[in-house]
């Protein structure tokens, strides 16, 4: 990347000198970055039955539908029809921007359960046919940073002995101790990598979920937002034993006769 900027400098007549960045490689002693997170659909079903609305509705839209985090922002009344959510545009930090790419303004399938939710959420919201889809007490887009923060942290950080949030329990008269069984949360994104690993899992092609999520090409889908998790590799494996177990051997030599070939040399099997 930073190549690239001192390229497009001197194309512009920024920077003079010698791309300082040629010779420059990655430490091959760097440390490995972090594996990211990817939701299963058991641990979604159970963030939605924690979540108070709309940060419920918000995360079904990215677990059910990839969208990502700006993209949520982003959503207006007036782009949801026929069925279909049109992404039209992105907003992070504040700004107003369109989508990454071409093919991240595509229409995406709004499945039943999100569709509910969607109109219960609007019922909820006096019935918008215009305007944000998630939107504050002034009608502007919500901040999805703020919902963390306020809603979803202190409902899925809760004390395993009475069931209170993290911030609400300085006078219980025990330690807190956070719930193992309730998901932990891996943010927006692990949502939209949860669909394309869950998609991938039913058995959906690669190129289908690459349509879903609208990467511009197949092999940022399936290098970065199909994980394969442990349980699938042991069922993989034991796919293949079963099919080892009930495949036939190959005959090898006259099938007419059952006597060994007894031929020697490199010509043994024709």
Same mark, same amino acid.
């Given at each position: 990347?930073?190549?690239?900027i001192f390229?497009l400098?001197r194309?512009?007549d920024y +920077? ?7 010779d420059t490689?990655v ?14 659909l058991? @641990?979604?079903q ?9 940060a419920?509705?918000?995360f079904?839209v990215?677990? +059910?539908?990839?969208?990502?985090h ?8 007036e782009s ?8 039209s545009?992105s907003?992070?930090?504040?700004r ?18 999100v569709?509910?939710r969607?109109e219960m ?6 019935n918008?046919v215009?305007g944000?889809? +998630?939107?504050?007490s ?5 901040s999805?940073g ?5 809603v979803i942290?202190p409902?899925?950080?809760?004390? @395993?002995?009475?069931g ?10 025990h330690?807190?101790k956070?719930?193992s069984?309730v998901?932990e949360? $891996?943010g927006? $994104?692990?949502a ?6 869950n998609?991938y899992?039913l058995?959906?092609?690669d ?5 879903i999520?609208r990467?511009?090409n197949v ?5 970065y937002?199909?994980?394969?998790a ?9 796919t293949l034993?079963? $099919?080892?177990? @009930? ?6 030599g ?5 006597k060994p ?5 490199p010509?043994?099997?024709?």
């Amino acid at each position: 990347m930073i190549s690239g900027i001192f390229t497009l400098a001197r194309q512009q007549d920024y +920077f003079q000198a010698e791309n300082p960045t040629r010779d420059t490689a990655v430490n091959p002693r760097a440390v490995e970055p972090q594996e990211t997170y990817a939701y299963t659909l058991e @641990e979604v079903q159970s963030i939605l039955a924690l979540l108070p609305e709309p940060a419920a509705t918000a995360f079904a839209v990215a677990a +059910f539908m990839g969208l990502r985090h700006g993209e949520i922002q982003g959503l207006l009344w007036e782009s949801y029809r026929d069925g279909e959510l049109y992404v039209s545009r992105s907003i992070w930090n504040g700004r107003i921007s369109d989508p990454k790419t071409r093919k991240g303004r595509a229409p995406v399938p709004v499945i039943r359960q999100v569709a509910e939710r969607l109109e219960m959420h609007r019922l909820r919201s006096a019935n918008p046919v215009a305007g944000p889809i +998630f939107a504050n007490s002034v009608g502007k887009p919500l901040s999805l940073g703020s919902v963390v923060n306020r809603v979803i942290l202190p409902s899925l950080n809760r004390c @395993e002995v009475c069931g209170k949030s993290q911030s609400d329990h300085q006078r219980a008269d025990h330690i807190y101790k956070r719930d193992s069984r309730v998901p932990e949360w $891996h943010g927006w $994104h692990a949502a939209r990598r949860g669909l394309g690993s869950n998609l991938y899992r039913l058995g959906v092609p690669d190129m289908v979920i690459q349509r879903i999520l609208r990467h511009a090409n197949v092999s940022t889908t399936a290098t970065y937002y199909i994980k394969t998790a442990a349980q699938d590799v042991r069922n993989a494996m034991v796919t293949l034993e079963n $099919h080892i177990a @009930e495949a036939a051997p190959v005959q090898i030599g006259n099938s007419a006769s059952s006597k060994p070939t007894t031929s020697k040399g490199p010509d043994l099997i024709q």
